[in-house]
C-alpha cells in the first residue's frame, strides 16, 4: 500500500489532525477538515501545524495577514490557537526570530505537520521550534472535555473538503 506524502507528517507517520475530531468552531486547513494539508491548488501550502503566539500574530498581521481580528465567519485566533499555517510566512517568522526573538516563531506540532513542508523547511528547524505543551495548555485540556465527532464523518486527509482560502470559521482554544 502507497500513501501519498501529502497524508504522511514530517515524522514519517500517518498526519494527524491539527484541531480535534468534530471541532467546528475553528475548521482548520485549506479544506477546512482540521489537518494540514493540500493539494495544487493550495497556492499557499498551508501545511504547518501552528500553535499560535501573540508575537506571532502581530507579526502576520504586520506582514499583511492579520490572523488576529474578527470577521463575518472567522472569530479570529489568539495565543495557543492552532492553525494551519502557510510554508512561507512560518519561514518568514523563523528568519526573523534571529531579531524579533524566538516567540516570533509558532510552535510546531510535527504529527500534524504535512511532510510536503520538508520541500521548502529541514526537519531540524521545524524540530527546533516543536512543540512539546504545557502545564497551562494540560490544564486547559482536562477543563474543556474534547467534543465528540459527527456521525458518518471520516475526516482526515483525502476525504473531499470545503475549498480553499485563508479565512475560515473561528479558533480552536484548547490545545
Not at 115 to 130: G, K, Q, V
Amino acid at each position: 500500500m502507497v500513501i501519498e506524502t501529502s497524508k504522511l507528517s514530517v515524522l514519517h507517520g500517518p498526519l494527524q489532525p491539527n484541531t480535534r475530531p468534530g471541532d467546528r468552531s475553528h475548521p482548520t486547513g485549506f479544506y477546512r477538515d482540521g489537518y494540514c494539508w493540500g493539494e495544487e491548488e493550495d497556492f499557499g501550502q498551508h501545511y504547518v501545524a501552528g500553535i499560535m503566539t501573540k508575537e506571532f500574530l502581530e507579526f502576520s498581521k504586520r506582514r499583511g495577514n492579520d490572523l488576529s481580528s474578527r470577521r463575518p465567519g472567522f472569530q479570529g485566533l489568539t495565543e495557543g490557537c492552532r492553525w494551519c499555517l502557510c510554508v512561507e510566512r512560518w519561514k518568514e517568522a523563523m528568519m526573523a526570530s534571529e531579531r524579533l526573538g524566538e516567540r516570533v516563531v509558532p510552535r510546531v506540532d510535527l504529527a500534524a505537520t504535512a511532510m510536503d513542508t520538508l520541500r521548502s523547511i529541514n526537519l531540524e528547524d521545524l524540530r527546533r521550534f516543536a512543540w512539546r505543551g504545557n502545564d497551562v495548555e494540560q490544564r486547559r485540556e482536562r477543563e474543556e472535555p474534547a467534543p465528540e465527532s459527527p456521525p458518518g464523518r471520516s475526516g482526515g486527509p483525502g476525504r473531499s473538503g470545503f475549498g480553499g482560502g485563508s479565512s475560515g470559521s473561528g479558533p480552536r482554544r484548547v490545545l
